[in-house]
């Protein structure tokens, strides 16, 4: 501006007909504004002049002219750009250099865009899609599967499977009995209901049962020690004119040698050995 001020604040020379520049309402001669006041050109180091323009970031300072991406030289002036270890980079040269690229289209994932982010991928907003019926997955409960990404109820009607007792969706766990898939608090003893995932049980016309009902239900008396013969553990029992025995219980009456694989007598209901009997 043109002066009607009197003279520079610092040198005292006259302002008459001069540029000056006013700061707190005093007013300098140009020269002596640029040496008290100018800032230093972040990229030339040289005074940012009161008739130049003075492009500033984050504290610092640049001319117009050299406020360009470190990379590529191109002018920042009026341009969106990014940071990084305090160098002004373009949006094209940032996201070259450092931006995710997109684990679906590969493409780079530009600076201010919404990312997701999923099992240490990054994915584009609008590619973070169910698989199956191509709506945003968003923050909503997704299920993965040979790498692609299925929102729950499209993945319960492509994979999942349902229980044989309830009909409804095995979502975690469950067992698998007859080639039919069941949830655990539904693989029921069919005699007393109570749970048998992760416990011994015996089948019987299809139907499951735990080994006290199975023993109560279907399984042979052993003659001696009248409990049942389950077939647990594929258990061998002996069997002679219709009555059963456990293996450690056909022993002699007598003495109570095991007579497993040994010949025997019969004595009124008694097994006994040859020894025994030969004495009698």
């Known amino acids: 501006m043109t002066s009607n001020h009197t003279d520079c604040h610092y040198c005292l020379q006259s302002l008459r007909g001069r540029k000056y520049a006013l700061r707190e309402e005093n007013a300098y001669c140009v020269t002596c504004y640029d040496s008290l006041f100018a800032n230093s050109c972040e990229e030339c180091k040289q005074p940012i002049e009161c008739d130049s323009k003075d492009l500033a970031y984050k504290g610092r300072h640049w001319h117009e002219a ?116 069941w949830h655990k608090e539904c693989f029921l003893c069919a005699g007393c209901k109570t749970q048998l995932s992760g416990r011994r049980f015996i089948s019987k016309d299809e139907y499951p049962y735990c080994e006290d009902c199975f023993g109560k239900l279907y399984a042979k008396k052993c003659t001696a020690c009248k409990k049942p013969i389950t077939a647990l553990g594929g258990a061998k029992f002996i069997s002679f004119e219709e009555r059963q025995w456990h293996r450690e219980c056909f022993n002699c009456a007598k003495c109570f040698v095991s007579l497993v694989g040994l010949g025997f007598f019969t004595q009124q209901d008694d097994v006994i050995c040859h020894k025994c009997g030969s004495a009698t």
């Open 66 to 181: 050299c406020f360009k991406c470190v990379k590529c030289n191109r002018s920042l002036v009026e341009k969106p750009f990014a940071a990084k270890d305090e160098l002004l980079l373009c949006t094209e040269c940032y996201s070259d250099e450092y931006s995710s690229k997109c684990f679906h289209c590969q493409k780079t994932i530009m600076p201010g865009s919404r990312k997701m982010e999923f099992k240490g991928s990054s994915w584009h907003e609008s590619c973070f899609v169910c698989q199956d019926c191509r709506q945003p997955l968003g923050t909503k409960p997704l299920i993965t599967k040979d790498n692609e990404n299925y929102c729950v109820p499209c993945f319960e009607k492509q994979f999942a499977h349902h229980c044989y007792s309830c009909k409804k969706v095995i979502t975690s766990g469950g067992v698998t009995y007859h080639d039919q898939p």
